[in-house]
């Protein structure tokens, strides 16, 4: 994921957990607000288990997230792993966040995706 993509300020994540609506599937669960720009955090807390088992996840989220953003709406968006992360193939991560995007109508429509190419 580049860099100019990545929420990074503790008060855009507290704007976004204060007035984001949320979406959730097994092993995550996605929060959303608009804004002007598009921006994506990754949240896994301490339940998942150490650092390790820690940024492995945040990995993997940020690699089934990237193949997404070309689709994807202006927003805010923070993706929070549950814990079926640890455990979940790489594939159930991408279906889910592409379940998530749909069902809450985050994703641009195809005439618009095949303009911006």
Known sequence: MQRKYSLKKNA???????????????EMVLLYTRSNTLKIG????????????RNRVKRRLRA???????RMKNGLYIFIARTPA????????????SY????????????EKADQK
């Open 100 to 111: 998530m995007l749909k069902k809450q109508n985050l994703l641009l429509p195809e005439a």
């Open 64 to 70: 089934a997230v990237d193949p997404m953003i070309p």
């Open 12 to 26: 855009q994540f507290k704007y976004v957990y204060r007035r984001g609506g949320s979406s959730g599937s097994k």
């Open 86 to 97: 640890v455990e979940a193939d790489f594939d159930s991560l991408k279906r889910s966040v």
């Open 42 to 53: 990754f949240s896994v807390g301490k339940k998942i288990g150490g650092a390790v088992v």
